[in-house]
C-alpha cells in the first residue's frame, strides 16, 4: 500500500519560513510529478507548486520567488522551502504524487494534509 506523509506545518510570523516535507512509502516502480496543493479555510484546493521527475518546476503566480519545490528521489521525497511567508499563506497544505505501481497502473495519492499558519 502506498502512502504520503507530510510534516513541517505549523504556526509561524509573517516574513517567516516554512519546510514542509512528503515521503512516499510502500511497494511502487516509480514516481512521476510530484507537487504541493493547499487549501484555505472556505475555499477550494490550489496548485502550489509541481516537479516533475525530470524538468522544469511549475508554481503558482502567488507563491513564485518566495516558495521553492524541490525532490530527493533516492529518499521519494519531496519538499517545500516556504519563505517571505503572509498571512494569506494559511492554509492545508497537501502533497500529491503521481505514482506508478508494479503493475503498470499510475495512480495519483495523496497526503493527509499539513496545517501551515501565518499569524503574529
Known amino acids: 500500500q502506498v502512502q504520503l506523509v507530510e510534516s513541517g506545518g505549523g504556526l509561524v510570523q509573517p516574513g517567516g519560513s516554512l519546510r514542509l516535507s512528503c515521503a512516499a512509502s510502500?511497494?511502487?516502480?516509480?514516481?512521476?510529478?510530484m507537487a504541493w496543493y493547499r487549501q484555505a479555510p472556505g475555499k477550494q484546493r490550489e496548485f502550489v507548486a509541481a516537479?516533475?521527475?525530470?524538468?522544469?518546476?511549475n508554481y503558482a503566480d502567488s507563491v513564485k520567488g518566495r516558495f521553492t519545490i524541490s525532490r530527493d528521489n533516492a529518499k521519494n521525497t519531496v519538499y517545500l522551502q516556504m519563505n517571505s511567508l503572509k498571512p494569506e499563506d494559511t492554509a492545508v497544505f497537501y502533497c500529491?504524487?503521481?505514482?506508478?505501481?508494479?503493475?503498470?497502473?499510475?495512480?495519483?495519492?495523496w497526503g493527509q494534509g499539513t496545517q501551515v499558519t501565518v499569524s503574529s
Open positions: 500529491n504524487a503521481a505514482i506508478r505501481l508494479t503493475d503498470l497502473r499510475t495512480i495519483a495519492y
Open positions: 510502500g511497494t511502487f516502480s516509480s514516481i512521476y510529478t
Open positions: 516537479i516533475p521527475s525530470g524538468g522544469n518546476t
